[in-house]
């Protein structure tokens, strides 16, 4: 009966010890990996992480609207951004290589598939069927003053062309080309200034990619010709005998 007592009293001792405080350590440490977990994965898409990158990326892509950013994807995909960027220009290359009928490209801070420029006759029957809505020489002027003077108001651009330019800029305004940018400090004029959608038509990255203005600006020589071309030259001598001089001039100007 001692040695019974003497089996027992440590037995009852020791469990409470060695069994009871690693379980509670275990069951935190279970809690806290749970709420890590939720947190990372509040909609509970943990199995997005578990897909093919590549592939994943395909699909993304396929469905944007508009370019789709680094940051962005890597976020959807639950991916580091770096790997993301890293496929991205992967994906880009193979589809170089292979010579397919569409290209993975860089364009407005974004990827987008876009098909190729050999192929654009191919696209252009199919979709277009000769019915494609181009923008007016007016509306291009337009366009082009606002991107290289962004921000810029209304007046300032009609005062560039010289024309009024309001029907023009509401045209821009509802195909998403321009946007508004604030207002002028000094005169609290509305400005305006290129979208990103902009950047994706024109298949640039960035306002910097802009072709240079001087290339395609006339000479100083023939600026100068062409303000001097109309304005009537005045005799002071001559004040004609009959007093029809000036009159008979503005007559047939008029």
Not at 41 to 56: F, H, K, N, Y
Not at 78 to 84: D, F, M, S, T, W
Not at 241 to 254: F, V
Request: with cysteine; glycine share 8%.
């Amino acid at each position: 009966m001692s040695e019974t007592t003497e089996t027992t009293g440590p037995t009852e001792t020791t469990e409470p010890t060695e069994i009871t405080e690693p379980t509670e350590t275990t069951e935190a440490a279970g809690a806290a990996e749970s709420a890590e977990a939720a947190a990372a994965d509040p909609a509970g898409t943990s199995a997005v992480a578990e897909l093919p990158l590549r592939p994943a990326l395909e699909a993304v892509l396929m469905v944007v609207d508009e370019p789709a950013g680094t940051d962005h994807l890597a976020k959807v995909l639950q991916r580091r951004p770096r790997e993301v960027a890293d496929a991205l220009r992967e994906l880009a290359d193979e589809y170089d290589r292979q010579g397919r009928g569409f290209e993975l490209r860089p364009v407005a801070g974004g990827w987008r598939f876009y098909t190729r420029a050999e192929y654009a006759d191919a696209v252009e029957n199919f979709v277009l069927d000769g019915q494609q809505a181009r923008l007016t020489q007016a509306a291009l002027e337009t366009l082009a003053v606002v991107a290289y003077r962004q921000p810029v108001s209304r007046s300032r651009v009609s005062a560039v062309r010289g024309v009024n330019c309001d029907g023009v800029m509401r045209t821009l305004l509802q195909r998403g080309l321009l946007e508004e940018a604030g207002t002028e400090s000094e005169t609290g004029a509305i400005l305006y200034r290129t979208t990103h959608y902009f950047l994706e038509r024109m298949g640039l990255r960035g306002l910097d990619e802009l072709p240079e203005l001087a290339p395609f600006l006339p000479e100083a020589d023939a600026v100068e010709e062409e303000s001097q071309e109309g304005v009537p030259s005045f005799d002071v001598d001559d004040t004609g005998d009959s007093g029809d001089g000036i009159a008979g001039r503005t007559q047939t100007d008029q």
